[in-house]
């Protein structure tokens, strides 16, 4: 064998070594690859699982809290209260004693005896000696009566009283024209029936409407009431009564206030749900709606109006509202942005109450929620300083914001409309900068209740600040709420309307009554003097405009006590028009 045959073998031999050497390495790349996809795919899973626990503890924390608050609504109070504890049970934990701090308040004056029998009138009883005492027991002369010392007052209430009353016609004959045989006859002018072929009178009518609207009571009630005063009224025939009434006599005036209340530049507005069992197109079942209108502080007399609608639709509004302009408080419904021509001015209490829910149950205990309107003061919240801060939860941190606005407003009430805007920005302008800002830097989890708290805060944050333009604003919506509450007393009473009649019918006689209450009229006697009058002159504008809440003549009549005696259908003055 020659030289190159060994040289070419051994060339063989290392270009053999070199392939199995590259075939090594080839397999132990693809190794290495494989690995490194299964490291990259096992990281992937891992950040999917770490995503996994984050989705489920921020879902069990939003499944925890609703329940809390199904619980509450279920089985605590539904008002912005110290609710019990997160863990007690509301069924079978005995309540505990809890220790609060002290506060100050105003304490009104002691009322007397006198001044909260002042209104009512006086009548004295003597009381005389009985015949045997009227002798001296010493010389046995008739006893003179000296005088007569009050012992004590008693009060006495007479319960409603029904009467028959038989109108009897007077009819003249003239006696000279008779003897010529042919008699002159003339007859007594007879007031109009208020309803036509029906007993149905001012007195009685003021009084379904009265206790059906102001103290809230159904009309089945009050049928069983009166056949405890002899008298048998179906129901059927008192709903009958008060919509004819409200739509031929009260609903003028209804309209009359509308026309002076789109006149107004300052309005709230609010609405609450009722059920009509029979109405075209929907189930008896099916939700509708009771809108309510009112004039804010704007120094003049005030209005309120209900409105019924079918839906909650923002058509509704804008419809009612037409030829209104100016600022418009309300909550933060996105159906009131299709009203026109305004500035809507949002309620800080709502936004408040978003801050105060996301706040845990046991928490909550120490927490307090300002009213303006209360007479309890409280100490002055102060907004918490960085350190403090690390200490609360940022709903706290949030409440504290919005308490703060609260006090100062409580402490401002009092000023002039332009004095309160200059207070305003002076002393709430830091405050609202303060809590945008801390809004900024928060993150709170997704779908918590501070994250809704949050959320409606950014969403409505020009119209929260819009009070601010006008000192006549109020920084919450509470008047309409409270209009709100009125109608809602009467609705867990009465559940439901039968017709849409009956339904405008209850919207036309709550805005009588309400603003009846708003005007400081003995509202029985209001209700009656316009069922007295409005027979004659529903068809006056003069006359209807005497008879809104706010005339000298109805103030003059309606803001002592009821007179149903000496002012009656056949014997009351007309109307000066």
């Known amino acids: ?87 007690a049970d509301p069924l079978n934990d005995a309540p505990a004693i809890v220790k609060v701090k002290e506060h100050t308040r105003e304490r009104k004056p002691k009322s007397k005896r006198e001044d909260l029998y002042a209104n009512l009138p006086l009548r004295e009883i003597k009381i005389p000696l009985a015949d045997d005492e009227r002798r001296c027991e010493y010389c046995n002369s008739e006893m003179v009566t000296m005088s007569y010392t009050q012992v ?77 005063l002899g008298f048998t009224l179906p129901r059927e025939t008192m709903a009958n009564w008060v919509i004819y009434c409200a739509e031929h006599y009260f609903y003028p005036l209804y309209e009359k206030m509308h026309e002076h209340l789109v006149h107004r530049d300052l309005l709230h507005a609010d609405e609450t749900t009722c059920q009509v069992l029979r109405e075209e197109g929907k189930s008896a079942e099916s939700t509708s709606y009771m809108w309510i209108y009112l004039t804010g502080s704007d120094g003049l007399p005030p209005i309120i109006l209900y409105d019924y609608a079918p839906g909650r639709a923002g058509s509704y509004a804008k419809d009612f509202l037409e030829g209104f302009s100016g600022l418009l408080q309300c909550d933060g419904y996105q159906g009131y942005n299709k009203v026109m021509d305004v500035i809507l001015v949002c309620c800080l209490a709502h936004c408040r109450r978003k801050f105060y829910e996301a706040v845990p149950a046991g928490r909550r205990k120490g927490l307090k929620l300002l009213d303006i309107n209360s007479e309890e003061w409280l100490d002055n919240p102060n907004i918490p300083t960085s350190a403090a801060q690390e200490k609360m939860i940022p709903a706290e941190i949030g409440l504290s914001y919005c308490n703060k606005l609260f006090f100062i407003e409580k402490t401002i009430k009092d000023l002039s409309a332009d004095e309160r805007k200059e207070k305003r920005e002076e002393l709430e302008t830091p405050i609202w900068e303060g809590f945008w800002k801390w809004i900024g830097n928060i993150a709170p989890l997704g779908g918590s209740k501070l994250q809704k708290a949050v959320n409606y805060a950014l969403n409505h944050r020009e119209t929260l600040c819009n009070y601010m333009k006008d000192g006549r604003c109020e920084i919450s919506n509470n008047a309409a709420e409270r209009r709100a509450k009125s109608y809602a007393i009467g609705r867990k009473a009465f559940l439901f309307h039968t017709s849409v009649a009956g339904a405008n019918a209850c919207a036309v006689m709550y805005s009588m009554i309400e603003t009846a209450k708003a ?23 003069k006359g209807i405009e005497q008879l809104l809440p706010w005339s000298d003549f109805i103030k003059e009549h309606c803001t002592g006590l009821i007179d149903v005696e000496n002012i009656t259908a056949e014997k009351h003055e007309p109307l000066s028009i």
């Open 519 to 541: 005007n400081n009229l003995n509202v029985f006697q209001y209700l009656y003097m316009v069922l007295l009058y409005m027979p004659d002159y529903k068809n006056e504008p």
């Open 1 to 87: 064998m020659g030289e190159k045959s060994i040289m070419e073998q051994q060339m063989k031999l290392l270009q053999t070594v070199v392939e199995q050497q590259q075939s090594y390495i080839q397999a132990q790349n693809a190794l290495v690859a494989e690995k490194d996809a299964r490291m990259a795919e096992k990281d992937e899973t891992i950040v999917e699982l770490r995503k996994l626990v984050d989705d489920l503890q921020s879902l069990k924390a939003n499944l925890e809290e609703t329940l809390r608050e199904l619980r509450r609504q279920l089985f605590g109070t539904a008002s912005e209260k110290i609710p019990p504890s997160e863990n």
């Open 152 to 228: 004590r007052e008693e009060i006495r209430i007479t319960p409603a009283k029904v009467e028959r009353v038989r109108l009897m016609q007077e009819v003249a004959i003239c006696p000279a024209c008779k003897k010529d045989g042919d008699g002159t006859i003339v007859k007594a002018t007879v007031y109009p029936s208020l309803l036509p072929h029906s007993p149905a009178s001012a007195s009685s009518v003021a009084y379904v409407i009265f206790d059906k609207c102001f103290m809230g009571m159904p009309y089945y009630r009050q049928e069983s009431g009166l056949a405890q």
